[in-house]
């Protein structure tokens, strides 16, 4: 009888153990799964977060650095007269009258290229205007800055000014030929503007009587 009761509580031990055995493995194989698929998850998002602020970066650098490109490597031109197609133009920072000609598509059959300095530097607004050959009545300066395009004193206007007339017009001076008028302007170009009229002096064949005789008829202004 007694060994009967015995193997009954024998029996009930080992179930019970069976269960809770069951029951651990269960849940530490849901555990491990569970923990095994969270990281995955959140990685996905953080990288693509990283890839996209990166991207923006890189995109306002790019916009930033070609809007100071236009702004600082372009000048406007008018170019106007004897050219084939006269019109406002774009052209780069430390380009010459020449250049803008050539995009104004070159010179006219008519044209008289002495008209104006070729080798001149183009100046932000600046209009460049082109004589025909004959033609009269021109302003002195065809090659013009801003503020002598919107107009200038009468006084002034009769006056060659030293910095910005090219060979033709230094020759309208009294007693200037074509060579002293290249010695002018290849002085100009390897020394600068002249900030004075007695600066003349310093050139080639220009003496005091000379520059006595021109200092009513020429400016530096």
């Known amino acids: 009888m007694l060994q009967e009761k015995i193997r009954e509580h024998m029996k ?6 069976i269960v809770v055995l069951v029951v651990v ?17 959140d990685a996905q998002p953080l990288v693509a977060a990283q890839n996209l602020t990166v991207t923006a970066s890189e995109s306002s650098g790019k916009t930033q650095s070609s809007d100071k490109e236009t702004t600082s490597d372009f000048l406007i031109v008018d170019v106007k007269g004897a050219v084939k197609n006269p019109n406002v133009y774009q052209v780069k920072a430390g380009a ?54 919107t107009g200038t004193s009468a006084g002034a206007s009769e006056k060659v000014n030293l910095n ?34 007695e600066d003349l002096s310093q050139v080639s064949g220009f003496g005091e009587k000379t520059l006595e ?7 530096v202004d």
């Open 164 to 197: 910005t007339a090219d060979l033709t017009q230094l020759q309208t001076l009294s007693g200037i030929g074509a060579k002293k008028a290249q010695d002018i302007i290849d002085y100009r170009e390897q020394n600068g503007n002249f900030k004075a009229i």
């Open 25 to 41: 493995i269960f849940g530490v194989t849901h555990l491990m799964g569970a923990s095994s698929n969270t990281p995955a998850s």
């Open 12 to 17: 009930l031990i080992v179930g019970a153990g």
């Open 213 to 219: 005789k021109l200092k009513e008829s020429i400016t």
């Open 96 to 149: 010459r009258v020449n250049d803008a000609i050539l995009q104004a598509g070159g010179l006219t059959a008519q044209a008289d290229a002495k008209s104006v300095n070729l080798a001149q530097k183009v100046t932000d607004e600046m209009v460049v205007y082109v004589a025909a050959q004959g033609e009269v009545g021109l302003a002195q300066a065809n090659v013009t800055s801003p503020a002598n395009a």
